[in-house]
């Protein structure tokens, strides 16, 4: 892939090697930066601050009614005319990131997560822009009144009981807000897409192979940083940082899509489809869907 060669990057494609590289002991998520973050560390305080954030999403399986009633709510009141990715996908993440985190999250916020994207290394990442917002969302959930039972209270809580330091809980809730919400809002979006232009339906486990929202992942080995492809049917990783989400994501997407599916069954065109650039994460910028009346 270009993008990475011309950054000295290695990458291994295919099923298996991917497999393999991901499972491998020679093949660190470490950058070297020191960094607090679950995605950018192994050993230890990996498995650690993972076990709690697990912990949180657990909350949300099985899926909650409440939660369902949301999305169906949000997805049902589509007007004639909209956008999947601000109308449709954006709702739908952000509903589920707030209940991920147990705290109403607005816009803004949400603007400032899709900033943060890929650039979460706070402590040791370049993109400074992007640094800001993590920063932001960082200071802002640290503010934030955590109602008890809310995932921000566990986050607080596993922090008082020492299984979390003040760099992990700073950065964390933001980390998983971002994980929650990044790869679902591209997910559902483009997954929206295939059902508006497509006439053949297929579930989301295999929309999921196929759409492949987060495209690589980058490790670090002895010959430097490998880029991974996840292209071929490994959607959500595999191995010590496998999407821990994914469970939520898939119950997330079902619900949305089916949902979608009611509000398009009289038939639709879609119109001004725009792609996002960016080479690790794979979505939609816009595309307009009009629905047959
Ligand atoms: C379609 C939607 C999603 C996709 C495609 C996706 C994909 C991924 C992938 C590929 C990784 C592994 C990163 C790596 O190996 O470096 C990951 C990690 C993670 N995901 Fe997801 N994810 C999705 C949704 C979610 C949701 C809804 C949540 C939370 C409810 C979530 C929480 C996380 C967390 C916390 C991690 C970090 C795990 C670790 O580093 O140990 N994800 N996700």
């Not at 660190?28 to 230890?44: C, F, H, Q, W, Y």
């Not at 008082?160 to 700073?170: F, M, V």
């Amino acid at each position: 892939m270009d993008e990475f060669e011309r950054h000295g990057i290695a990458v291994v494609e295919g099923r298996d090697a991917a497999a393999r590289a991901l499972r491998s002991p020679e093949l660190t998520s470490d950058p070297g930066a020191g960094s607090p973050s679950v995605l950018l560390r192994d050993g230890e305080g990996h498995t650690r601050v993972r076990g709690v954030l697990r912990e949180i999403i657990g909350r949300l399986e099985p899926f909650p009614d409440s939660v369902r009633a949301e999305i169906e709510a949000a997805v049902g009141a589509l007007g004639t005319s909209f956008d999947l990715v601000g109308d449709f996908a954006r709702p739908v993440a952000g509903l589920v990131t707030a209940a991920v985190l147990g705290v109403p999250l607005d816009d803004v916020f949400l603007e400032h997560l899709e900033r943060t994207t890929a650039n979460l290394d706070v402590f040791g990442g370049v993109d400074r822009a992007a640094q800001a917002s993590a920063f932001r969302l960082s200071v802002q959930l640290s503010r934030a009144p955590a109602e008890p039972g809310s995932g921000l209270a566990a986050l607080r809580a596993a922090h008082a009981e020492g299984r979390l330091d003040d760099d992990e809980l700073a950065i964390n809730p933001v980390v998983l807000a971002h994980a929650a919400y990044e790869n679902s809002l591209n997910f559902l979006a483009s997954a929206g897409l295939t059902l508006a232009s497509e006439a053949e339906t297929r579930g989301v486990r295999e929309l999921a192979a196929e759409i492949c929202p987060a495209r690589y992942v980058l490790r670090f080995g002895s010959e430097g940083p490998v880029a991974i492809s996840l292209a071929d049917g490994l959607p959500f990783g595999l191995g010590r940082h496998a999407c821990p989400g994914s469970g939520v994501a898939l119950a997330e997407a079902e619900i949305a899509l089916r949902a979608l599916s009611e509000v398009l069954s009289g038939g639709c065109r879609v119109e001004d489809v725009r792609w996002k650039t960016h080479p690790v994460f794979r979505g939609l910028a816009s595309a307009r869907v009009v629905v047959s009346v």
